[in-house]
């Protein structure tokens, strides 16, 4: 029968694509509804899988079949050389989850280059810079002028969708591009970076509720104007302590809610303007 063809494979590349995946033995016989035994067989070579055990493997590990046939592992680039540093976690251990997804916001972005590059407008280099020295107030405004972000018609929204449309164009229009994904827990990731001279890319968690998307894309522009800024690294070459990290994200989290809604454009509001001490 088909389904008892023994698939050709070279044993190495499954390990390779498992470790890939970020998966574990265990996790992945629970999908593949084998035991644990049976894979770790095909993993050394001695035994094979199917055809159709090899293919589901593929789809399990979201490589193309042909990957399993190769004499042995591509030369590839560790994802922790790709995004910012992330306080919940340690490069090369992402979750399968956060891999798939920013293997998938890499793969977007590719596209896009792509489809620029066929209609002749490539992107210019991402050139806006910032300082950890800098006063948080002023890079706030600065980057608020920046976004053409005014009074008017930020309190022209009708909703949070709206905000979130109009915060999401005012950064594309920087260079950045701007994605959401999925599948991959709130409390891992709520928002990432993805450093590229051209070209960068902001990717949101779809867990985010809308309301909350603003903060978290004003949140990684200012970790990607940083890192412009030579401020950061990737999350593979970062240094710092952790106590030392947190005031990074102390930082950017004060510019955020200063791009968002400065002090001056609070103090202009009635209800804000009543409770203030006469003076």
């Avoid at 894309?217 to 800024?229: C, P, S, V």
Wanted: no cysteine.
């Amino acid at each position: 029968m088909a389904r008892s063809i023994p698939a050709l494979i070279n044993p190495q590349m499954l390990v390779w694509a498992r470790n890939e995946a970020g998966f574990t033995d265990e996790e992945v016989v629970e999908q593949l509804k084998r035991s644990v035994g049976e894979l770790r067989a095909w993993e050394s070579g001695e035994e094979k899988p199917t055809l159709r055990q090899a293919e589901r493997l593929a789809k399990i590990y979201k490589k193309p079949y042909s990957v399993f046939t190769l004499s042995e592992p591509p030369k590839t680039t560790p994802l922790a050389t790709e995004y910012r540093r992330l306080p919940n976690v340690t490069p090369g251990k992402e979750s399968t989850e956060l891999r798939f997804a920013l293997r998938d916001l890499l793969y977007r972005r590719h596209v896009a280059l792509e489809l620029f590059e066929e209609i002749g407008e490539l992107p210019e280099k991402f050139s806006l810079q910032a300082k950890l020295s800098e006063q948080t107030e002023e890079l706030s405004r600065r980057i608020r002028k920046l976004l053409q972000i005014t009074r008017e018609n930020q309190f022209s929204w009708q909703n949070d969708s709206q905000a979130w449309k109009a915060w999401r164009n005012a950064v594309e229009a920087q260079g950045i591009l701007v994605l959401l994904f999925s599948d991959v827990t709130h409390e891992e990731v709520r928002g990432v970076s993805l450093f590229h001279s051209v070209l960068p890319v902001i990717g949101i968690n779809t867990k985010e509720i809308a309301a909350s998307r603003p903060f978290t894309l004003m949140h990684e522009f200012i970790h990607i104007i940083l890192a412009n800024g030579n401020e950061e690294k990737p999350a593979i070459d970062e240094r710092r302590t952790s106590a030392e990290w947190k005031k990074i994200e102390e930082f950017t989290e004060r510019v955020a809610g200063g791009i968002l809604m400065p002090e001056e454009l609070l103090k202009q509001e009635h209800l804000i303007q009543t409770r203030m001490p006469s003076s």
